[in-house]
């Protein structure tokens, strides 16, 4: 973890309870062809990477969302402090992926909720310190990302806000309650995030880039 992170996580307030993460990993991957989850990054999967960059995080509990594959996903985190719940309704968008995930850490009674994907490989625990720092220091009712013109995931969301989560259908994701919420959203910059990998152009692209 960067100097930076670690500052923020000790100056940053005590919570009120845990910070819960919810790693989303439901999808076909219809556009990529093929297991986006499973495609090789810097000697892991994409999930494998995802998800121990979500435990570095300190986040806890971890609720990895399955969908459309679930038991090669599983053992890609074999080892992991991380809870696997299947999405039975996967299909009919994100908004059921949340919900189930949701469910699943709720037990924790988490002060906050930090949502990412596993198509994101350019996230850093440092990255996601950041946004839990920022939402305890500021009690924001989001947090999120910030590149190009996007909001978006990795994105913490506040206690207040789960209610609102759990009503989410279809497609909708966190980008409908990041945009309803307009200026009162914390953000913290990643340019990185330009870069997810939904596409064979954009896998060829993360593997040009230099270590």
Wanted: aromatic share 2%; charged share 10%.
């Amino acid at each position: 973890m960067s100097a930076d992170a670690t500052t923020s996580n000790a100056t940053a307030p005590a919570p009120a309870g845990p910070v819960a993460l919810l790693l989303l990993a439901a999808g076909a991957s219809t556009r990529m062809g093929r297991p986006k989850q499973l495609l090789p990054y810097q000697g892991r999967t994409l999930l494998r990477h995802a998800a121990e960059t979500a435990v570095a995080s300190g986040c806890a509990p971890i609720a990895l969302v399955t969908g459309a594959l679930h038991e090669a996903l599983v053992a890609e985190v074999s080892g992991l402090p991380i809870a696997v719940v299947h999405n039975p309704d996967w299909e009919t968008g994100m908004a059921s992926s949340i919900r189930t995930g949701l469910v699943a850490v709720t037990t924790a009674r988490p002060a906050a909720v930090l949502v990412m994907l596993c198509d994101q490989p350019l996230v850093t625990p440092e990255l996601l310190c950041q946004l839990v720092a920022q939402q305890r220091q500021t009690q924001a009712p989001i947090v999120a990302a910030a590149y190009g013109d996007t909001l978006g995931v990795p994105v913490v969301f506040a206690q207040t806000m789960l209610p609102e989560l759990l009503q989410l259908q279809g497609q909708q994701g966190a980008g409908q309650l990041i945009a309803s919420l307009g200026a009162t959203v914390g953000r913290v910059q990643f340019p990185a995030g330009l870069l997810d990998v939904d596409t064979p152009e954009q896998y060829a692209a993360l593997n040009s880039l230099k270590p």
